[in-house]
Structures are given as C-alpha cells and as structure tokens.
C-alpha cells in the first residue's frame, strides 16, 4: 500500500478500527506516525473511536497522519443528493479536528469518495479522507489526496502524496 523506495514502514499497533505504522521518510530523515482507519457505522461505537483518537493525539509525539473512512462529513458542501445533513451531524469531525490542530488533506480531483443509489438517484459523500496534524502539514506543504474511481465497492481509493 505504499512504496518502499521512499519510504520505510513498520506496523506498531493493530486495533479493532485502525492500524498505526512508524513511517522513516529517508528524503527528509524524519520519523512520522501513519494511522488507517475504518470509522464506525453506529452511533452507540462512534464516541470510543473518536475519544481513542483523541487520546492517540497526547502521546504521538512524531508528524502525524489519519487516512481513512471515517463514516463522518466534515460539512453539508461535503454531500450531493439526499437530505440534508444537520450542523450536529458534522460536528464531531469538526471538533477532532480543532483538538488536534490538524486539517482534511487538500484534494485533488473527484470529491466524492463514497456514493449510494437511493430514492431513484445517487447520493455521493466524502467519507474517507486523509486528516494530516499541523507537524505533519508542516513537513510537506504540497500534501495532497486522490481518489480512484468507484469499481466494484461504494468506497473509492485514496492516494495520499506528499
């Protein structure tokens, strides 16, 4: 999932929604953290995700990035078709976000990464995504994301280059 001619990767942790990586980035000789993670469906599961991650962010002391699918829209602009979706709904991204000083990786192209076929017409939204702490950003300022095309799942791929 990654090319080893640029960077070295070793997995550290593995849990129930995520797997963290220690990333060496020998360009820069810097040490970073990458997490994947699969964000729950059910509101009962949703907060012990996002307060884990929370926690994830007082002890990770190197860059750090989160891409993933989040089950989760940062803002109604990040939605097409269906109804409309409430401020609250929005807000625990939000949230994470400003807690961790950290922003939604600038994307290139298609900004739709998830879509459904509902009522007669589609629906798209922007599930998944890449999350990059502000050291991380820092680190490469020409951080960006895109997405495959849709196949044979409701989820398109993401590609993360710095």
């Not at 699969?38 to 907060?47: A, L």
Request: aromatic share 12%; charged share 20%; with cysteine.
């Amino acid at each position: 999932m990654w090319n080893n001619t640029h960077i070295h990767a070793s997995v550290l942790c593995k849990e129930h929604r995520a797997i963290h990586m220690l990333v060496h980035d020998p360009t820069n000789q810097k040490n970073l953290i990458v997490s994947r993670v699969y964000g729950p469906t059910r509101n009962r599961e949703k907060d012990h995700f996002w307060a884990n991650l929370a926690q994830l962010n007082d002890v990770i002391d190197n860059p750090w990035c989160i891409v993933g699918d989040f089950n989760k829209l940062e803002m109604q602009a990040k939605k097409k078709g269906g109804n409309l979706v409430s401020a609250r709904r929005t807000e625990r991204l939000s949230s994470f976000l400003s807690f961790i000083q950290g922003e939604s990786i600038l994307i290139k192209g298609q900004p739709f990464t998830w879509k459904r076929w509902v009522n007669d017409s589609w629906i798209y939204k922007r599930l998944d995504r890449g999350i990059a702490r502000f050291d991380f950003a820092r680190l490469y300022p020409n951080l960006c994301t895109s997405h495959g095309s849709f196949t044979f799942s409701d989820h398109c791929p993401i590609i993360v280059s710095t």
